[in-house]
């Protein structure tokens, strides 16, 4: 069995090409569009709604087959075409121009698997189980998107203000110091709307347990 190494990409201004047209494809391109990557679809046909996002100029379209040669430039590549043929052959370019590649349902042609994800805010979770088993990874992030520790991620704006003013004024402070001040009770403040009042109880604590 294939041992997945986890990692988040920025893909921003890089070329991903999706190979297929249909309601699969439409799904994947659907994801690609909130990372500001540059996207083209290489398919004969596309769905009414993959037309409008071209319509739109948010991606671009090659209305014909898969053609050797294709993604010799993409960074990133995800096949959704139906054909073993297809999938097969882009597999092996993939090796040879060294990218990234998704081919959906068949792990065994890709590098890479697409996780299934929960976000809240800034904060996603990317759940795999290694190829296994999608449905378990989809059950994992159902009920993972309605646990109340989600709502911790709520708490990710104020962290990251505090970090930077930490920063700034030169205190050191160990990762599980953090890990101990994020409690029910700021989580509480935050969700009542007293965020000045969260800041300042979080900067005191922090200042008492920094070293210099």
């Not at 540059?38 to 991606?59: A, E, G, M, Y």
């Not at 297809?86 to 060294?98: C, F, P, R, Y």
Request: charged share 20%; net charge positive; hydrophobic share 40%.
């Amino acid at each position: 069995m294939t041992s997945y190494y986890p990692v988040f990409l920025d893909i921003t201004n890089r070329l991903c090409i999706v190979v297929g047209g249909g309601k699969v494809a439409e799904a994947k391109i659907f994801q690609l569009l909130e990372y500001k990557c540059l996207i083209s679809v290489i398919s004969p046909k596309i769905t009414p709604c993959i037309l409008s996002w071209i319509k739109n100029r948010r991606i671009s379209w090659e209305p014909r087959i898969y053609e050797s040669g294709d993604i010799a430039n993409a960074f990133l590549v995800i096949t959704a075409t139906g054909s073993a043929k297809v999938n097969t052959m882009i597999s092996e370019e993939a090796k040879l121009h060294k990218v990234l590649l998704n081919t959906v349902d068949n792990p065994l042609l890709s590098n890479f698997i697409a996780p299934a994800i929960v976000r809240r805010g800034p904060v996603t979770l990317a759940i795999s189980t290694n190829g296994t088993s999608p449905a378990l990874a989809r059950k994992f992030r159902e009920c993972l998107s309605k646990s109340p520790l989600l709502e911790y991620a709520d708490l990710a704006p104020l962290l990251s203000q505090i970090r930077k003013q930490v920063k700034s004024n030169g205190w050191k402070v160990k990762p599980d110091i953090w890990q101990k001040l994020i409690t029910p009770e700021l989580l509480t403040m935050i969700k009542n709307g007293r965020e000045k009042e969260a800041k300042a109880d979080l900067l005191k604590n922090l200042s008492q347990e920094s070293t210099s």
